[in-house]
Structure formats: structure tokens, C-alpha cells
């Protein structure tokens, strides 16, 4: 785990459906491990101190209200 703050957009914990853009409204899901049973939906925007760089991963389903996607990672 880091120990810096970042944004959804730019972290490899993100997941969004598979052609969406990666911007700050877009939304998607939390697939941190420890943060996985609280199913959060979360926008590009959002940012947490869980944050680790990389591409958000893609699953459909990642978007929805609650999401039903499975984490990919």
C-alpha cells in the first residue's frame, strides 16, 4: 500500500467499464482489497491514502448502482 493520496483516475485499484473514459466524472469501482465488501462507487475525482499508480482495471458492470462487477486485479 502507499502511503500517499491520490486520485481514482491515475490508481491501479480503480475499475470502470470497459469503454469508458477515464475522467473525473466517470464512475467506477474500489477494487482495493480491504476496501472490496464496501462495494464503493467512486468518480474519477475521488482520491483516497490507499492510492497506487498504474491503469484502473476494466469490467462491466464496474458503473452500476451498486456495482456487480467482480474485481479484475
Given at each position: 500500500m502507499s502511503?500517499?493520496?491520490g486520485l481514482c483516475k491515475d490508481c491501479k485499484w480503480w475499475?470502470?467499464?470497459?469503454?469508458?473514459r477515464i475522467a473525473?466524472?466517470?464512475?467506477?469501482l474500489?477494487?482495493?482489497e480491504k476496501l472490496q465488501p464496501f462495494r464503493m462507487r467512486?468518480?474519477?475525482?475521488?482520491g483516497c491514502n490507499r492510492?497506487?499508480?498504474g491503469?484502473?482495471?476494466r469490467a462491466k458492470?464496474?458503473?452500476a448502482e451498486p456495482p456487480t462487477a467482480k474485481p479484475q486485479r
Open positions: 502511503k500517499s493520496w475499475q470502470l467499464e470497459p469503454r469508458a473525473d466524472a466517470s464512475l467506477g474500489c477494487i482495493e467512486v468518480s474519477g475525482n475521488s492510492f497506487m499508480p491503469e484502473p482495471a458492470g464496474s458503473s
